[in-house]
Protein backbone atom coordinates (compact mmCIF):
# COMPACT_ATOMS: atom_id res chain seq x y z
CA UNK A 1 0.00 0.00 0.00
CA UNK A 2 1.58 3.64 -0.82
CA UNK A 3 0.66 6.57 1.06
CA UNK A 4 0.58 10.34 0.48
CA UNK A 5 1.62 12.17 3.52
CA UNK A 6 1.13 16.26 4.30
CA UNK A 7 3.31 17.66 8.04
CA UNK A 8 5.36 14.90 8.25
CA UNK A 9 7.57 16.68 11.04
CA UNK A 10 4.32 16.90 13.33
CA UNK A 11 3.75 14.50 16.02
CA UNK A 12 -0.11 13.80 16.53
CA UNK A 13 -1.09 11.93 13.46
CA UNK A 14 -4.41 11.88 11.41
CA UNK A 15 -5.02 8.88 8.78
CA UNK A 16 -7.52 9.47 6.63
CA UNK A 17 -8.99 6.52 4.10
CA UNK A 18 -10.35 7.88 0.89
CA UNK A 19 -13.52 6.24 -1.07
CA UNK A 20 -13.78 3.44 -3.44
CA UNK A 21 -13.25 4.64 -6.87
CA UNK A 22 -11.32 8.01 -5.64
CA UNK A 23 -8.00 8.55 -4.56
CA UNK A 24 -6.23 10.60 -2.13
CA UNK A 25 -7.28 13.83 -3.72
CA UNK A 26 -10.08 13.02 -1.51
CA UNK A 27 -8.83 14.34 1.34
CA UNK A 28 -6.63 17.16 -0.28
CA UNK A 29 -7.76 20.58 0.88
CA UNK A 30 -8.26 18.96 4.34
CA UNK A 31 -5.04 17.49 4.92
CA UNK A 32 -3.44 20.94 3.57
CA UNK A 33 -5.09 22.76 6.23
CA UNK A 34 -4.38 20.30 9.08
CA UNK A 35 -1.01 19.84 7.83
CA UNK A 36 0.71 23.23 10.22
CA UNK A 37 0.02 20.87 13.70
CA UNK A 38 -1.16 17.97 12.35
CA UNK A 39 1.32 14.80 10.62
CA UNK A 40 -1.70 13.63 7.80
CA UNK A 41 -1.47 10.61 6.08
CA UNK A 42 -3.60 9.02 3.25
CA UNK A 43 -3.16 5.44 2.40
CA UNK A 44 -3.95 4.95 -1.03
CA UNK A 45 -6.16 2.02 -1.06
CA UNK A 46 -5.52 -1.24 -2.93
CA UNK A 47 -6.69 -1.55 -6.54
CA UNK A 48 -7.24 2.53 -7.14
CA UNK A 49 -4.71 4.87 -8.75
CA UNK A 50 -1.67 5.04 -7.21
CA UNK A 51 -1.86 1.66 -5.25
CA UNK A 52 0.76 -1.03 -5.39
CA UNK A 53 -1.51 -4.19 -5.70
CA UNK A 54 -4.98 -5.74 -6.80
CA UNK A 55 -7.72 -4.84 -4.90
CA UNK A 56 -8.65 -8.27 -2.50
CA UNK A 57 -10.92 -7.58 0.23
CA UNK A 58 -12.31 -5.15 2.98
CA UNK A 59 -10.16 -7.13 5.79
CA UNK A 60 -6.90 -7.23 3.97
CA UNK A 61 -6.59 -3.26 3.34
CA UNK A 62 -7.06 -3.08 6.75
CA UNK A 63 -4.72 -5.41 8.13
CA UNK A 64 -2.18 -3.49 5.69
CA UNK A 65 -3.34 -0.22 7.52
CA UNK A 66 -3.04 -2.02 11.26
CA UNK A 67 0.89 -3.54 9.93
CA UNK A 68 1.60 0.20 8.69
CA UNK A 69 0.56 1.88 12.41
CA UNK A 70 2.42 -0.80 14.11
CA UNK A 71 5.45 -0.68 12.39
CA UNK A 72 5.79 3.00 11.50
CA UNK A 73 3.67 5.13 14.20
CA UNK A 74 4.16 2.92 17.62
CA UNK A 75 0.46 1.06 17.47
CA UNK A 76 -1.54 3.68 17.66
CA UNK A 77 -2.46 7.01 15.85
CA UNK A 78 -4.64 10.33 17.28
CA UNK A 79 -8.07 9.75 14.65
CA UNK A 80 -8.83 7.93 11.95
CA UNK A 81 -11.30 9.24 9.35
CA UNK A 82 -12.93 7.27 6.69
CA UNK A 83 -16.02 7.64 3.76
CA UNK A 84 -17.63 5.06 2.24
CA UNK A 85 -15.05 1.71 1.31
CA UNK A 86 -12.33 4.14 3.72
CA UNK A 87 -15.31 4.25 6.26
CA UNK A 88 -15.91 0.40 6.26
CA UNK A 89 -12.15 0.22 5.83
CA UNK A 90 -11.97 1.97 9.11
CA UNK A 91 -14.71 0.30 10.84
CA UNK A 92 -13.32 -3.00 10.12
CA UNK A 93 -9.70 -1.96 11.71
CA UNK A 94 -11.55 -0.46 14.51
CA UNK A 95 -12.96 -4.21 15.35
CA UNK A 96 -9.73 -5.49 14.77
CA UNK A 97 -7.63 -3.56 17.35
CA UNK A 98 -9.43 -1.85 20.04
CA UNK A 99 -6.90 0.62 20.62
CA UNK A 100 -5.44 1.19 17.91
CA UNK A 101 -6.67 5.44 18.01
CA UNK A 102 -8.53 7.46 20.30
CA UNK A 103 -10.95 9.09 17.69
CA UNK A 104 -12.50 7.40 14.50
CA UNK A 105 -14.93 9.93 11.99
CA UNK A 106 -16.89 7.52 10.24
CA UNK A 107 -18.71 8.74 7.08
CA UNK A 108 -21.51 7.44 4.83
CA UNK A 109 -20.16 4.05 5.42
CA UNK A 110 -22.50 0.61 4.02
CA UNK A 111 -22.99 -1.74 6.82
CA UNK A 112 -26.09 -3.74 5.44
CA UNK A 113 -25.53 -6.53 2.91
CA UNK A 114 -26.87 -6.54 -0.36
CA UNK A 115 -26.62 -9.87 -2.36
CA UNK A 116 -29.00 -8.91 -5.37
CA UNK A 117 -26.67 -5.30 -5.91
CA UNK A 118 -23.40 -7.66 -5.37
CA UNK A 119 -24.58 -10.02 -8.30
CA UNK A 120 -25.44 -6.92 -10.43
CA UNK A 121 -22.04 -5.78 -10.54
CA UNK A 122 -20.23 -7.54 -12.63
CA UNK A 123 -23.08 -8.12 -15.39
CA UNK A 124 -23.57 -3.63 -14.86
CA UNK A 125 -19.91 -3.42 -15.12
CA UNK A 126 -18.83 -5.99 -17.61
CA UNK A 127 -21.15 -3.51 -20.39
CA UNK A 128 -20.19 -0.47 -19.87
CA UNK A 129 -16.78 -0.39 -18.30
CA UNK A 130 -15.30 0.40 -21.60
CA UNK A 131 -17.17 4.23 -21.28
CA UNK A 132 -15.08 5.13 -18.68
CA UNK A 133 -12.24 6.11 -20.83
CA UNK A 134 -14.62 8.52 -22.80
CA UNK A 135 -14.64 12.19 -20.74
CA UNK A 136 -18.22 12.57 -21.92
CA UNK A 137 -19.00 9.54 -19.86
CA UNK A 138 -17.21 10.42 -17.36
CA UNK A 139 -18.41 14.13 -16.92
CA UNK A 140 -22.00 12.16 -16.42
CA UNK A 141 -20.49 10.20 -14.10
CA UNK A 142 -18.81 12.66 -11.99
CA UNK A 143 -21.79 14.86 -11.86
CA UNK A 144 -23.88 11.93 -10.56
CA UNK A 145 -21.92 12.27 -7.61
CA UNK A 146 -22.07 16.04 -6.78
CA UNK A 147 -17.74 16.44 -6.30
CA UNK A 148 -16.63 20.25 -6.82
CA UNK A 149 -16.20 20.46 -10.62
CA UNK A 150 -12.20 21.35 -10.23
CA UNK A 151 -11.64 17.79 -9.36
CA UNK A 152 -12.71 16.61 -12.25
CA UNK A 153 -9.18 15.72 -13.79
CA UNK A 154 -8.02 13.99 -10.75
CA UNK A 155 -11.70 11.59 -10.97
CA UNK A 156 -10.98 11.06 -14.36
CA UNK A 157 -7.51 10.20 -14.94
CA UNK A 158 -7.76 7.83 -11.41
CA UNK A 159 -10.95 6.99 -12.57
CA UNK A 160 -9.22 5.02 -16.06
CA UNK A 161 -6.51 3.71 -14.06
CA UNK A 162 -8.47 1.16 -12.31
CA UNK A 163 -8.70 -1.81 -13.93
CA UNK A 164 -12.15 -3.64 -14.45
CA UNK A 165 -11.03 -6.32 -12.05
CA UNK A 166 -10.58 -4.21 -9.33
CA UNK A 167 -13.56 -1.98 -9.56
CA UNK A 168 -15.71 -4.37 -9.73
CA UNK A 169 -13.75 -6.40 -6.67
CA UNK A 170 -14.31 -3.52 -4.53
CA UNK A 171 -17.45 -2.57 -5.56
CA UNK A 172 -18.45 -6.15 -4.51
CA UNK A 173 -16.96 -5.73 -1.08
CA UNK A 174 -18.64 -2.61 -0.52
CA UNK A 175 -21.74 -4.27 -1.19
CA UNK A 176 -21.54 -7.15 1.49
CA UNK A 177 -19.99 -5.53 4.19
CA UNK A 178 -21.52 -5.74 7.63
CA UNK A 179 -19.96 -5.12 11.17
CA UNK A 180 -17.66 -7.76 12.93
CA UNK A 181 -18.69 -8.48 16.59
CA UNK A 182 -15.23 -7.30 17.69
CA UNK A 183 -16.04 -3.49 16.92
CA UNK A 184 -17.85 -3.52 20.20
CA UNK A 185 -14.84 -3.59 21.87
CA UNK A 186 -13.50 -0.54 20.67
CA UNK A 187 -12.32 2.39 22.76
CA UNK A 188 -12.05 4.71 20.04
CA UNK A 189 -14.41 7.84 20.53
CA UNK A 190 -16.33 7.27 16.87
CA UNK A 191 -18.38 9.96 15.46
CA UNK A 192 -20.26 8.99 12.22
CA UNK A 193 -21.77 11.49 9.72
CA UNK A 194 -24.68 10.60 6.89
CA UNK A 195 -25.90 13.15 4.46
CA UNK A 196 -30.08 13.67 5.26
CA UNK A 197 -29.84 13.10 0.76
CA UNK A 198 -28.57 9.63 1.01
CA UNK A 199 -30.61 6.46 0.68
CA UNK A 200 -32.28 4.13 3.22
CA UNK A 201 -29.34 1.71 3.22
CA UNK A 202 -26.84 3.89 4.15
CA UNK A 203 -29.14 6.30 7.23
CA UNK A 204 -30.37 2.61 8.53
CA UNK A 205 -26.26 1.94 8.43
CA UNK A 206 -25.22 4.81 10.47
CA UNK A 207 -27.61 4.16 13.09
CA UNK A 208 -26.40 0.76 13.44
CA UNK A 209 -23.04 2.11 13.69
CA UNK A 210 -23.67 4.22 16.52
CA UNK A 211 -25.75 1.48 18.29
CA UNK A 212 -23.00 -0.94 18.09
CA UNK A 213 -20.39 1.56 19.54
CA UNK A 214 -21.52 2.78 22.78
CA UNK A 215 -18.95 5.64 22.57
CA UNK A 216 -20.35 7.28 19.44
CA UNK A 217 -22.46 9.70 18.77
CA UNK A 218 -24.34 10.52 15.03
CA UNK A 219 -24.79 13.51 12.99
CA UNK A 220 -27.42 13.47 9.67
CA UNK A 221 -25.90 16.43 7.76
CA UNK A 222 -28.46 18.60 6.27
CA UNK A 223 -28.64 18.15 2.70
CA UNK A 224 -25.91 16.21 1.96
CA UNK A 225 -25.42 13.62 -0.54
CA UNK A 226 -22.89 10.82 0.04
CA UNK A 227 -19.43 11.78 0.07
CA UNK A 228 -20.43 15.70 -0.11
CA UNK A 229 -19.15 16.17 3.63
CA UNK A 230 -15.55 15.52 3.27
CA UNK A 231 -14.75 16.11 -0.47
CA UNK A 232 -17.37 19.36 -1.44
CA UNK A 233 -17.25 21.27 2.68
CA UNK A 234 -13.55 20.71 3.24
CA UNK A 235 -13.87 23.71 5.72
CA UNK A 236 -16.18 22.31 7.87
CA UNK A 237 -15.12 18.88 8.08
CA UNK A 238 -11.99 20.34 9.33
CA UNK A 239 -13.84 22.31 11.96
CA UNK A 240 -15.87 19.68 12.77
CA UNK A 241 -12.56 17.22 13.67
CA UNK A 242 -10.87 20.21 15.51
CA UNK A 243 -13.78 20.43 17.86
CA UNK A 244 -13.59 16.45 18.35
CA UNK A 245 -9.76 16.43 19.20
CA UNK A 246 -10.04 19.58 21.07
CA UNK A 247 -12.95 19.37 22.97
CA UNK A 248 -12.00 15.98 24.24
CA UNK A 249 -8.36 17.98 25.28
CA UNK A 250 -9.92 20.25 27.15
CA UNK A 251 -12.39 17.49 29.21
CA UNK A 252 -9.79 15.58 29.64
CA UNK A 253 -7.25 18.39 31.35
CA UNK A 254 -10.64 19.02 33.32
CA UNK A 255 -10.56 16.19 34.63
CA UNK A 256 -7.19 15.94 35.73
CA UNK A 257 -7.47 19.50 37.95
CA UNK A 258 -10.06 17.73 39.28
CA UNK A 259 -8.22 15.05 40.66
Partial sequence: MNYVEYGKGNGNVIILLHGGGLSWWNYKEIAEMLQTNYHIIIPILDGHAGSDKRFTTIENNALEIIKFINDKLDGSVLLIGGLSLGGQILLEILSQRKDICKYAIVESALVIPSKFTYFMIKPAFGSCYGLIKYKWFSKLQFKSLRIKQHLFDNYYKDTCAITKGDMIAFLQENSL???????????????????????????????????????????????????EFSINHADDYVRRLLEIIEQRQILSYQAGRCM
Fill in 177 to 227: YSLKDGIEESEAIVHIFVGEKENHSMKKSAELIHKKLQNSSIQVLPNMYHG
